[in-house]
């Protein structure tokens, strides 16, 4: 069965620099999560997408943002990048807006940033 | 505001033994979900169980099952016949709109 897909798997950027990660939900899937999990973490949630408009948000930095395009897929821009930034950043998928309805969510595989 | 407190940062557990993990949460809702997560070193996040909260039986999934007691608000997993690849650290999440997390159980089974 297909997953969602994250890419890339390993990123690695210096301070002050951009970086875009890119976010596969599983076909059908039309809500779109993000997580922030750094070493030793709990994932943090910093933002949610339904049907291409956000729907929640987190704690996310005014340096990063994201969005949901027609095909469902998201991106998160993340510029300024600071050493802090450095963590394994979940995108997470699920059916329809009625999540607190507790549809289950599935998890990439994440992309692991690395701020040097 | 919701919390998910997981008291026990690390366990460890015999192969083919039982382990229980803990959990407890506070919420002001009434309808809600809690799920356990499990992250084996691959770091990939699994979902192990899921519970609804209006559902008074506790769930099971082959060797996990919860012991969910709702009115102490408290969410724990049993893990039966703990086999090595149950190695990993254990989430337990409660819904929010989207999920908060506990901060972790970190089990490791021993041969």
């Known amino acids: 069965a297909a997953g969602v897909i994250q890419s890339p798997r390993h990123l690695i950027k210096e301070k002050r620099e951009t970086a875009t990660l890119k976010c596969y939900p599983i076909p059908r899937h039309d809500t779109v999560y993000w997580y922030q999990q750094g070493p030793g973490q709990d994932p943090q949630f910093l933002i949610s997408?339904?049907?291409?408009?956000q729907s929640d948000k987190g704690s996310i930095p005014d340096r990063f943002s994201a969005q949901q395009f027609s095909d469902y897929h998201s991106e998160l821009n993340m510029s300024s990048l600071e050493l802090g930034d450095s963590a394994l950043y979940f995108c997470?998928?699920?059916?329809?807006?009625?999540w607190g309805a507790g549809e289950k969510l599935f998890f990439g595989s994440g992309t692991q940033l690395s701020v040097l | 505001a919701q919390t998910v407190t997981q008291s026990q940062p690390e366990m460890s557990v015999q192969e083919a033994e039982t382990v229980t993990l803990s959990c407890t949460y506070d919420t002001s809702e009434n309808n809600y979900y809690l799920f356990w997560y499990k992250q084996p070193p691959s770091r990939q996040m699994i979902l192990v169980i899921r519970?609804?909260?209006?559902?008074?039986q506790n769930a099971t999934e082959n060797r996990f099952s919860v012991n969910f007691q709702k009115a102490a608000k408290s969410f724990s997993l049993k893990i039966s016949d703990s086999q090595l690849g149950d190695t990993a650290m254990y989430f337990c999440?409660?819904?929010?709109?989207?999920?908060?997390f506990g901060k972790g159980t970190k089990l490791s089974v021993k041969p």
């Open positions: 997408f339904y049907e291409k408009m």
């Open positions: 997470a998928s699920s059916l329809g807006s009625s």
């Open positions: 519970q609804e909260a209006y559902k008074q």
């Open positions: 999440a409660l819904t929010q709109g989207n999920l908060i």
